[in-house]
């Protein structure tokens, strides 16, 4: 099984600043990763899959990158709406998912 | 709208039996393999079960391997999970999902809204 390991496991962030988070895999996933974003008491939703790609209707300051096992979701200005817990999730061997970060006002 | 309802979740004792249901509307169901998703309280997620889009391919992460049953009706286009010899372990809130291409190993963009299992005697 490819365990995801997420980190930080929180990140304060002030809004219109910038988040980090990372996502590594015990082994290679090629580019086989997607980030989730989950709020209080709803399911989660796609924000990015193929590593990089953003899906419908999720805005620009989000973006994806990585290769192998070393990913990353950045968000470039922090807007209320986004503090959440995000988690990653490989597809390349089964399906696995790290144990998330959780963004929380700074 | 592509949308997935689920339902079926509910109290059960340790070694009971449960049937969770997923109705899908807005895609044409039969092209893409769903899964099953859970998110025991306060955790994060943990895929469950996948099935092809025929039905004819099914999958199961070792933790419910040998107690759970997923199967598809396409006719109805609900999707299902037999849950048999239930364990506190396997409370969680139930999420069906659906793949963004088809394939079992696949992103999900599509969630149910969850249903709730809780095993306690």
Redo the contacts between chains.
């Keep these: 099984e490819i365990v995801m390991t997420q980190s930080p496991a929180t990140l304060s962030v002030s809004p219109g600043d910038r988040a980090t988070l990372s996502c590594r895999a015990s082994q290679s996933v090629s580019s086989h990763l997607a980030w989730y974003q989950q709020k209080p008491g709803q399911a989660p939703r796609l924000l990015i899959y193929g590593t990089s790609t953003r899906a419908t209707g999720i805005p620009a300051r989000f973006s994806g990158s990585g290769s192998g096992t070393e990913f990353t979701l950045t968000i470039s200005s922090l807007q209320s709406e986004d503090f959440a817990i995000y988690y990653c999730q490989q597809y390349n061997n089964w399906l696995t998912f790290g144990g998330g970060t959780k963004v929380e006002i700074k | 709208e592509v949308q997935l309802v689920e339902s079926g979740g509910g109290l059960v004792q340790p070694g009971g039996s449960l049937r969770l249901s997923c109705a899908a509307s807005g895609f044409t169901f039969s092209n893409y393999a769903l ?1 099953w998703v859970r998110q025991a309280p306060g955790k ?4 469950v079960s ?1 099935i092809s889009g025929g039905g004819g391919s099914t ?1 199961y992460a ?1 933790s419910v391997k040998g107690r759970f049953t997923i199967s598809r009706d396409n006719s109805k286009s609900t999707l299902y999970l037999q849950m048999n010899s239930l364990r506190a372990e396997d409370t969680a809130l139930y ?1 069906c999902a659906k793949t ?1 291409v088809g394939t079992t ?5 599509i ?4 249903t709730k299992v809780t095993v306690s005697s």
């Design positions: 899964s994060g997620l943990e895929w996948a999958f070792d999420y963004i190993e696949d992103a999900f963009d969630w149910g809204q969850g």
